[in-house]
């Protein structure tokens, strides 16, 4: 009975030393010491042990309790260390995985600090320079939306110094928070702050992985960011040079015609005709200006969001017949059609806006049509939709630019380059139209020549309909 | 001779309006600062003032507050398109029209003309309209198309009456809306939009190409009567 009794409490013994560590499975062996000399050694029911044999039967067993207590619970360390490193491993990984996903700085910093603070059990906060130098909060865990000038302080210097410092470190070590810089081979990024909620125990490595792969992530972010920025920069730049050679050139021609017509007048040699010729072409000049000048200040608005609609209700036939007798004189040499049915609803609209979207349309069609040739316009309800029709019997605009022709300084190719103009007109009508929730489409014509603008605007209805008579 | 007081901060458009209107047989007198124009209006009897609402040291607008405080002297104000709401503020606090920078001359002083004839103009209305086959017997209220009456509901004749009352000069539709259909009835711009609509099918040749009813953009509108 002895032999089995000793080998099952050495099962106890490793048992419970895996399971609960030295100190338990030593008072286990203690306990089974005594258990074998009250039950199995003589005199039994009593802890005397009278029997040399006994005396050593016990202490082989209490040496061999010991030695196997040991050995369990270093084994126990060694697999959860093997557990933990795995466990850290993988973290890193998806930790990796997930920066490199994320879109934007700001998502990163978000993403970053959380994931940190969690696997680390501790806050975290992340300065970044300013372009002055100045370290910001970028991110911080929930709950930290501030930190104390000192602790600025302290992130500065070790950003500088590019040296860890406070707890834990020797440096500043009676600070309640870690200061770690975010190096990269290249530059130092930033300063990673954190205050564990136990300590960083056996988690250094991980840290200082975490803490890298977190400074490049930045300086990735940041590279591409700069990118785009140069790459916006020169299509700003680019932009500017076009707006300043288109409007150049366009202002030029017609003071040009201006300044040569008024200089000729001033010279007193010419006959009545000729004179009224020269007045003629100051004033057709002087107004063409004036527009240039008109779709410039719009396309400033609509560009810079200042524009503001100043909507009001009214007749469709109204605000065409007021850009017809606007535009009476340049319109004279083509015939006007105009077809409205009786029963259109009311626009709600801008007037003034819609109406420079009519003096572009008509003045394109004036413009890229030949004189005596008919422009077309019509409205009519579709749905919950007003739609207007300009068309013309010009040049017309090959299908595959069409879609481009709304877009800012853009000219049709195929165009008459003779023709004034910058190539703003139906960009600001694109955008007037948006305004109003509506668009604006190019399309052939039914007898397939010329070009037809399709105006879409949505109806509403006016709040009060019923009308004191 | 009528004096027109130029309140205008730019030399060339004072030296433009001078020349015209000199021409024309104006008696002229220039400011170059709203202040100024204040002081001229008080110093000196004056017919007309022109006044640009972009002045230096102080808003058009404020200047027209401060002359109709106490003075009915005409005032046409000089503006820039796309300020259609300073417009509409100038003529709501008591301007008497406006004209559009840059102006053809003709219509400028065909505005001042209209201004200084309403200023002399007697107070009792005119018991009849005529021009342009269009006349309207206020005294029977009595609308006649080329020679065929014409059945006009109460308010298009209101709105008719008002705006031949007011004709060659701008009304915004706050103002119509207020003599038409009364005060509580100025932000209901449709009503006047459909009505002027009806009018218009009714007393013009073509309605899309309206010759007596005018719109002006943004702002309101001008009955236009051919002077005879």
Redesign the interface.
């Known amino acids: 009975m002895k032999l089995p009794a000793t080998m099952l409490f050495v099962c106890l013994i490793f048992w419970t030393a895996m399971r609960y560590g030295l100190t338990v499975s030593m008072i286990v062996s203690v306990c089974c010491a005594m258990v074998f000399s009250f039950f199995f050694a003589p005199p039994i029911y009593s802890f005397a042990v009278t029997h040399a044999d006994d005396w050593w039967s016990i202490g082989i067993f209490l040496a061999a309790a010991i030695l196997t207590s040991r050995l369990a619970t270093r084994m126990k360390a060694q697999a959860a260390k093997a557990e933990k490193h795995r466990a850290g491993t993988e973290f890193l990984f998806r930790f990796s995985t997930l920066i490199v996903n994320v879109v934007g700085l700001s998502e990163l910093l978000k993403v970053g600090t959380e994931q940190i603070a969690e696997s680390l059990m501790a806050e975290v906060f992340l300065l970044l320079p300013d372009s002055a130098g100045k370290l910001n909060l970028a991110a911080s865990s929930p709950g930290i939306t501030v930190i104390t000038e000192a602790e600025s302080a302290s992130a500065t210097w070790v950003y500088h110094q590019n040296i860890p410092a406070g707890h834990g470190t020797e440096i500043l070590s009676e600070a309640e928070w870690l200061y770690l810089p975010l190096t990269t081979p290249r530059k130092n990024v930033g300063v990673l702050g954190l205050r564990f909620h136990g300590g960083l125990g056996t988690q250094g490595r991980l840290l200082e992985a975490l803490k890298d792969q977190m400074a490049l992530a930045i300086e990735r972010m940041q590279l591409a960011k700069s990118l785009e920025e140069s790459r916006l920069m020169k299509q700003t730049e680019r932009l500017e040079t076009t707006l300043l050679s288109s409007i150049s050139h366009d202002f030029r021609t017609p003071l040009a015609a201006i300044i040569g017509s008024a200089t000729g007048l001033l010279s007193d040699k010419y006959d009545a005709a000729a004179r009224r010729e020269l007045l003629m072409t100051i004033y057709e000049e002087?107004q063409r200006l004036?527009r240039f000048v008109?779709n410039l200040?719009d396309m400033t608005r609509l560009e810079s969001g200042t524009l503001e609609l100043?909507r009001?209700?009214?007749?469709l036939?109204?605000l065409?017949?007021?850009t017809?007798?606007r535009l009476s004189e340049r319109l004279s040499k083509h015939r006007f059609m105009?077809n409205?049915p009786p029963d259109l609803p009311?626009v709600y609209g801008?007037?003034?806006l819609l109406?420079h979207v009519l003096i572009n349309l008509f003045d394109n069609a004036v413009k890229y049509s030949p004189e005596g040739s008919a422009i077309w316009v019509s409205g009519r309800r579709q749905n919950h939709d007003l739609i207007i029709e300009v068309r013309d019997e010009g040049i017309g605009v090959p299908q595959e630019e069409r879609p481009l022709i709304f877009e800012k300084f853009r000219r049709s190719r195929s165009g008459n380059r003779q023709i004034a103009g910058i190539g703003l007109g139906l960009s600001i009508c694109k955008g007037i139209l948006e305004a109003h929730e509506g668009k604006i489409e190019a399309d052939s014509p039914d007898g397939g020549v010329g070009i037809l603008f399709r105006l879409t605007i949505p109806v509403k209805l006016?709040v009060?309909e019923m009308?004191?008579? | 001779m009528s004096r027109i007081l130029i309140v205008d901060d730019e030399p060339q458009i004072r030296r433009l309006l001078r020349t015209s209107l000199t021409a024309h047989h104006y008696d002229v007198i220039e400011s170059v600062s709203g202040k100024e124009a204040v002081a001229s209006v008080a110093d000196h009897p004056v017919d007309l003032v022109l006044l640009d609402l972009g002045l230096p040291d102080e808003d058009g607008i404020s200047v027209i507050k401060r002359i109709r405080e106490w003075s009915n002297v005409p005032i046409i104000v000089l503006s820039v398109r796309s300020d259609e709401r300073d417009k509409i503020k100038a003529l709501d606090l008591g301007a008497n029209d406006y004209v559009n920078k840059p102006f053809a001359m003709g219509e400028l002083l065909a505005r001042v003309r209209a201004a200084l004839r309403q200023q002399s103009q007697t107070e009792t209305e005119p018991s009849s309209f005529h021009a342009d086959g269009l006349c309207v017997d206020f005294s029977k209220r009595l609308v006649q198309k080329d020679g065929h009456d014409i059945k006009l509901s109460p308010k298009e004749y209101d709105l008719l009456r008002v705006l031949i009352l007011h004709a060659q000069k701008v009304l915004t539709h706050r103002q119509l809306l207020q003599e038409v259909w009364g005060a509580e009835y100025t932000n209901d711009t449709h009503y006047l939009r459909i009505y002027i609509g009806q009018l218009r099918r009714k007393i013009e040749a073509n309605p899309s190409q309206p010759h007596f009813i005018i719109t002006e953009s943004g702002v309101g509108y001008r009955f236009v009567a051919p002077s005879n």
């Open positions: 002087a004036n008109g200040l100043n009001d209700w009214f007749e036939e109204d065409i017949g007021t017809i007798s105009v409205l009311l801008d007037f003034v109406e006016p009060k009308i004191p008579a």
